[in-house]
């Protein structure tokens, strides 16, 4: 994974995949190809889904495997302002330092306390109170 440009991330057992976050960390763009692949830190979204990579549909593939790897190859399927390996490359960063639980200004922790408070606010008998009314540390 460390040598290659680009890494399929396939259907798994959960709703998320460790080989995308493996991905992100080895900086090779990942290839999503799973329409119902939950994104990191899905009810926060602190970071565009193109920094996660290339989302190419699941049917789309199945129905022409060659001519998807060669429209991904070439930066057709890529994200705006991402039109060769390098962009989408450089579009991975923010995810890699934010996801980066060694890395020395990963926002990993801040990130998770973020996404169980929006979900404990989600919740219907959460006692949860909004940040405005929390004191600061």
């Not at 565009?48 to 057709?76: K, Q």
């Not at 890529?78 to 996801?99: E, I, K, S």
């Amino acid at each position: 994974m460390a040598g290659a440009r680009f890494c399929a991330i396939a259907a798994g057992d959960t709703p998320s995949t460790g080989r995308l976050y493996d991905s992100i960390a080895c900086l090779c763009v990942p290839v999503i190809l799973v329409d119902d692949l939950q994104l990191p830190f899905p009810r926060t979204r602190p970071l565009p889904p193109s920094s996660y990579g290339v989302r190419y549909p699941e049917a789309d593939f199945l129905a022409d495997p060659l001519g998807a790897a060669r429209r991904i190859l070439e930066g057709a399927a890529g994200p705006p302002g991402a039109r060769n390996w390098r962009g989408m490359q450089r579009l991975l960063l923010p995810a890699r330092r934010a996801l980066a639980y060694r890395h020395a200004h990963s926002d990993v922790a801040t990130l998770v306390l973020r996404e169980a408070w929006a979900g404990c606010l989600q919740e219907r008998r959460s006692t949860a109170r909004p940040v405005s009314q929390v004191a600061k540390c």
